[in-house]
């Protein structure tokens, strides 16, 4: 137990339909990170949120949207959904200030997303 | 583009024995963490390396960090079946802190 949780556990979309996934993270945790994971592949570094504000991002196109709130929850939203993005994804919450690597990342256990 | 490579892939041992696995990279990282992931559950960090050639120890997991910075390695002593899972390794990109990860060793321990 990580004390990160998210939603919904799977779900299932068509091509070209938007989604929204959720995390809540550990209470007191300013850094929230989020991943995809591949079948097969490690996590993919999608973007990192500090304090409401994206702090960093990774290799993935702006339709890969996110937002942080005051409560310590977030949402990553996918917009026009693809074959390609039928993933497991991760979030990770984690306390220091702009989450360096050196902090501890608590992984929640994703949202499998399947796009057919 | 994976910076990251781990080896072997995939990796089925009786319980008692020992193994090695890799994590390669041509590029430096500022800090080096391993996981281990379950099904149905998101990674949790077994260990993060800071210093090359540091080596730190989790019970019977020996965790080292290259000379150079580039590469590590995890060596289990005397595999049980409850090391069963996925054995990922992360590399923090020097330009902004940022972690990579690699594909991951799946590690089966027959009992």
């Known amino acids: 137990e990580t004390g990160v949780t998210q939603s919904p556990t799977h779900l299932i979309k068509t091509r070209g339909q938007q989604v929204t996934l959720r995390c809540s993270s550990q209470s007191g945790h300013n850094t929230v990170s989020w991943y995809q994971q591949a079948l097969g592949q490690g996590p993919q570094f999608i973007f990192q949120y500090y304090r409401e504000e994206e702090n960093g991002r990774g290799n993935f196109p702006p339709r890969f949207s996110g937002l942080q709130f005051p409560n310590y929850s977030s949402e990553l939203n996918v917009n026009a959904l693809e074959l390609d993005d039928s993933a497991l994804y991760l979030c990770a919450s984690s306390l220091g200030v702009g989450g360096t690597s050196t902090d501890t990342q608590y992984f929640g256990p994703g949202t499998r997303l399947t796009v057919l | 583009t994976q910076l990251l490579e781990q080896s072997p892939q995939f990796l089925s041992i009786q319980e008692g024995e020992n193994l090695t696995v890799y994590c390669n990279s041509s590029?430096?990282?500022?800090?080096l963490q391993w996981y281990r992931q379950e099904p149905g559950e998101g990674p949790v960090l077994l260990v993060t390396v800071v210093t090359g050639g540091e080596v730190k120890k989790l019970k019977r997991l020996t965790f080292q960090f290259g000379d150079a910075r580039k590469d590590s390695s995890l060596h289990i002593t005397a595999a049980q079946p409850g090391d069963t899972g996925l054995y990922l390794c992360a590399g923090a990109r020097w330009s902004d802190d940022k972690i990579i990860f690699g594909k991951g060793t799946r590690l089966h321990i027959l009992p």
């Open positions: 590029s430096v990282f500022s800090s």
